[in-house]
């Protein structure tokens, strides 16, 4: 595979991991269809999949507090709104930063230049 399609591949892998899900699903099928053609290709796609594991975890965590919100709201109605007016303003500032770096992923591949998500590491 050329070069440049590379870049545009793994380009396009750190693009759609912008978007919840669909991303996952578009960087799988890069993983798979390219799993011969181009360790490069395969191993953007697999950092950006193991990122998009990390806002899965946040949204998980997000949904868990907002759980307890609502069973404190049975307590005291006002701490509940507290709570959940928080983590939605988290929620929105982790979607926010995990788009970002995404956008930024996009550009650094379709540049040529290296790319590494952070919180992953160094790979071998």
Do not use: D, K
Not at 16 to 25: E, I, K, R, S, Y
């Amino acid at each position: 595979m050329r070069t440049r399609q590379e870049q545009l591949i793994s380009a396009l892998c750190h693009l759609f991991n912008a978007v919840p899900l669909w991303g996952l699903l578009f960087c799988g099928w890069v993983w798979f269809a390219m799993r011969e053609e181009s360790r490069g290709v395969v191993r953007q796609a697999q950092q950006a999949m193991t990122f998009h594991a990390l806002l899965m975890g946040g949204l998980f965590i997000w949904m868990m507090l907002e759980w307890f919100a609502r069973i404190i709201s049975v307590l005291s109605p006002t701490l509940s709104g507290i709570l959940s007016q928080t983590n939605s303003i988290i929620l929105a500032l982790l979607l926010l930063v995990y788009v970002s770096i995404c956008l930024v992923g996009f550009a650094h591949c379709l540049s040529g230049q290296p790319f590494q998500y952070p919180l992953l590491g160094r790979r071998p």
